[in-house]
């Protein structure tokens, strides 16, 4: 096939090997090539090694600046004579040794070695260009896909026959150093590829190594920050797109679950798959699922937790936050790793700290993980706005969860249900309900609170304080229509919730909304006929809103239509049951005669106009 032999040819082309950077001129004379002749060079240089030289004017064209068909007929010559000469050619660190070597000793050189180590160099030239003109915005989502099964093509031919993790960690490199656009790359990268075990365990190894590089960035040793804002802008922003893009890959990757049987794994590379801590590498043949899980499980750990130590944006936090107890907790060598991140993230408070509970509530459960100050922190979370949060429903059934525990406090367990009560005033209508249902569960598991149902105010408090201010606080306690509970107290031990009473409850009676007042009645009859009812499932009024409490409304069949209607004709606006404890008085008496006054003015007015109708009539 090959016409000269290799002392022949290799004086065409050792020069080149020795100054790559000659190919760049040559491209002014390839833009004036046909679409035929880039088919002639192809098909010369697979023919027969005279035409050598037709490699580096192939490589000319491997560029988004000629026309894709150009490009495209490059790319299959090109691919085409490199992938029979891959399992032959040098790895980089050797073509590197022996190029310092020819320095030296130039008359002992090996012919059949330096055609290599040049091969392996325009082999280095041609994978540069294909990333180039995979993440290139001028090149077509056809092209960049046949680029993209190039290179893994190469990733499974290049080392040895095995898997080449060098050319992967180029791809994700650039994937996430890109200000380019990679939607289209990482889309088809992840619906491809990732199904394999060995792509899996390398993508964990480069991401650990580019999130521990984005982590130096962010910390570097002494100040180096620049003086000007906007380059310190751009910097946060660049920074912040490369995290993204961390973690969709990170997020995209499937996790390898715990092996079931000895099936065999989907491998990419059929040599090899796995590198040793030492970073030897070695054979997966042989190896049992359960030792691929095992080594994939420490990857997976070691690429979020080097993932999580980022600043993370704050779209990307609460994402992460949301998904961390799915997606995770159950493949991670070590859940309580994670602690540090989560009780960070349950100390911002506000709806970050209602996202962190459901991991956090995992590790306490499930992996023994103490946090003395939980109850105080989840107390401190009931606000107006967490009812109106996007995953409201996730916290409100942890939330009960979190109360179900007979060994909660008496103290603590009328603290939640005076805040929720409280709670109740101010909420929307499907809060209310939740709330309701929350304080129904809360009476029938902690029935040392059920004092806090019925309290006349008259009731003396067996746990007024002593001190200086017992005299004071005995005098406040005997006034009707006071309330010993401190709502804006955020320790739930010195609320005073066991000195109140769910007065909110009884309001709620006569709320707006039938679903709410139905929904208080019923809480009512259950907590009086205990033997005939169970707790409430919170699952069922999570979800509710206005629109899920107006189309039950609507679907309702309605007995008795409403009236509005009086027994007795109301003589005032409010009557005194209304206001206990409250007394209205005028303190003027100067003013109260001038109202009396104007009163009778107009009352003499009124009977003279009427005296003055009868006489005319």
């Excluded at 390839?30 to 035929?36: E, F, I, Q, R």
């Excluded at 060994?407 to 309701?436: E, M």
Aim: proline share 5%; net charge neutral.
């Amino acid at each position: 096939m090959y016409h000269k032999t290799l002392s022949e040819t290799l004086v065409g082309f050792r020069h080149s090997a020795m100054a790559p950077c000659k190919i760049s001129k040559t491209k002014s004379k390839s833009k004036s090539k046909s679409l035929k002749e880039v088919k002639t060079l192809g098909q010369q240089l697979l023919s027969s090694r005279t035409h050598i030289n037709n490699l580096p004017l192939l490589l000319n064209f491997v560029s988004p600046d000629f026309p894709p068909q150009y490009v495209l007929e490059s790319l299959l010559s090109l691919h085409s004579f490199f992938i029979p000469l891959l399992p032959s050619l040098p790895s980089s660190s050797s073509f590197n040794k022996k190029r310092k070597i020819t320095k030296d000793n130039d008359n002992d050189d090996d012919a059949e070695a330096i055609f290599r180590t040049w091969l392996r160099s325009k082999f280095d030239e041609f994978v540069t260009l294909l990333i180039n003109l995979l993440f290139s915005t001028q090149a077509e989502e056809a092209l960049r896909e046949f680029v993209l099964d190039s290179l893994m093509e190469f990733v499974k031919l290049s080392n040895g026959g095995g898997f080449n993790s060098s050319i992967y960690h180029k791809i994700l490199h650039n994937i996430v150093h890109s200000a380019a656009p990679v939607d289209f790359t990482l889309e088809l990268l992840a619906s491809k590829y990732f199904k394999y075990i060995d792509i899996r365990y390398f993508t964990y190894t480069s991401l650990e190594r580019l999130a521990k590089t984005l982590e130096e960035r962010e910390n570097p040793d002494g100040d180096t920050r620049s003086a000007d804002g906007d380059d310190e802008s751009h910097s946060r922003a660049s920074m912040d797109l490369s995290i993204r893009k961390i973690h969709y890959i990170i997020s995209h990757v499937p996790p390898l679950e715990e092996p079931k049987d000895n099936s065999e794994s989907e491998l990419w590379s059929a040599l090899e798959g796995f590198t040793s801590e030492k970073g030897e590498s070695g054979s997966i043949q042989g190896l049992s699922t359960a030792n691929i899980s095992k080594k994939m499980k420490l990857k997976f750990t070691k690429a979020w937790i080097s993932f999580l130590r980022l600043s993370l944006p704050v779209d990307v936090y609460k994402e992460v936050l949301v998904t961390l107890h799915q997606a995770v907790i159950p493949f991670i060598s070590n859940p309580l790793m994670l602690c540090d991140f989560l009780t960070r993230s349950y100390d911002i408070g506000g709806v970050v700290s209602a996202m962190a509970l459901s991991s956090l509530f995992i590790l306490m459960t499930q992996h023994g993980l103490e946090y003395p100050n939980f109850y105080e922190k989840l107390y401190a979370l009931l606000l107006p706005s967490i009812f109106m949060a996007k995953h409201r429903a996730k916290f409100f059934q942890l939330l009960d969860s979190c109360l179900k525990s007979p060994l909660l406090p008496a103290y603590l367990a009328a603290a939640f249900a005076k805040k929720l009560s409280r709670l109740a005033l101010s909420v929307p209508p499907s809060g209310a309900v939740v709330i309701i249902a929350l304080i129904h569960n809360l009476l029938r598991r902690h029935p040392s609170i059920n004092c806090l149902v019925h309290r006349e105010d008259s009731a003396t408090d067996n746990a007024a304080p002593k001190g200086e201010n017992a005299v004071n606080a005995n005098n406040s306690a005997n006034r009707p229509g006071i309330d010993h509970f401190n709502n804006g107290e955020s320790n739930p031990v010195k609320s005073g919730a066991l000195r109140s009473s769910l007065w909110e409850i009884d309001i709620l009676r006569h709320h707006y909304c039938p679903p709410v007042s139905r929904f208080v009645l019923s809480l009512e009859n259950d907590l009086t006929v205990r033997n005939k009812t169970t707790e409430v499932n919170i699952n069922d009024f999570c979800s509710s809103s206005y629109a899920t409490i107006f189309g039950e409304e609507l679907r309702r069949r309605v007995k008795q239509v409403p009236l509005a209607f009086y027994k007795a004709i109301p003589t005032c606006l409010f009557s005194e049951s209304d206001f206990s404890g409250w007394t209205f008085e005028y303190k003027d008496d100067q003013e109260m005669d001038f109202v009396n006054g104007i009163s009778n003015n107009l009352e003499d007015e009124s009977n003279h106009a009427k005296r003055q109708r009868i006489e005319c009539s």
